[in-house]
């Protein structure tokens, strides 16, 4: 907790930097223009063409914070919803996230990466499981009224209905 708020105060004040280069840049700028209607002798272009050093960084900088904001929040998002699914198909969170299922898959591991949550891919499934949602399981493999094989596994609190026969089983 204590690296997260870390890296929270460092990502402020980046932003602030940033900022504060846009503004002096902005300043330099004004102030070169400004000499130069003043006293056309004067160093006034120069002073505007100087401003650049600062404005572009800062708008480089401003750009980058605000991209990796937007990733975190994605990754925010990725980690709530797998969460609260406890089971969840990559395409489905794609669809929650709105985005595509290779982005939803790379925002997946990346949260994975960053232990921000804990579980494994069913592949035959194209399913995500939370470790939580592995130790719940359900044991139903076959139906008890017609035998047929359930085409999943099904979660504590879940709802099983039967495909061949109509039968729910809770």
């Known amino acids: 907790m204590h ?3 870390l890296n929270n105060l460092t990502i402020k004040l980046v932003k602030i930097f940033g900022y504060f280069l846009v503004f002096f840049g902005v300043f330099m700028l004004v102030a070169g223009i400004g000499i130069r209607l003043e006293d056309p002798k004067e160093n006034g272009p120069t002073i505007a063409v100087f401003s650049l050093i600062f404005f572009i960084p800062g708008f480089i900088i401003l750009y980058l914070e605000r991209r ?3 990733n975190r929040e994605m990754l925010e998002s990725v980690v709530s919803a797998v969460k609260s699914y406890r089971r969840i198909k990559l395409v489905d969170l794609a669809s929650k996230l709105g985005v595509t299922a290779p982005r ?3 925002l997946l591991m990346k949260a994975i990466s960053l232990d921000m ?3 494994n891919f069913d592949r035959t499934t194209d399913e995500f499981f939370t470790d939580e949602a592995r ?3 359900l044991e139903y493999r076959f139906c008890p009224q017609c ?3 359930l ?3 099904y979660l504590e609190g879940e709802t099983v209905l039967c495909a061949r026969c109509g039968v729910i089983m809770h």
């Open 135 to 137: 130790e719940q399981k």
């Open 117 to 119: 949550v804990h579980g």
């Open 104 to 106: 939803a898959n790379a």
């Open 151 to 153: 085409d999943r596994l």
């Open 147 to 149: 035998g047929g094989s």
């Open 68 to 70: 990796s904001r937007k």
């Open 3 to 5: 690296s997260r708020h």
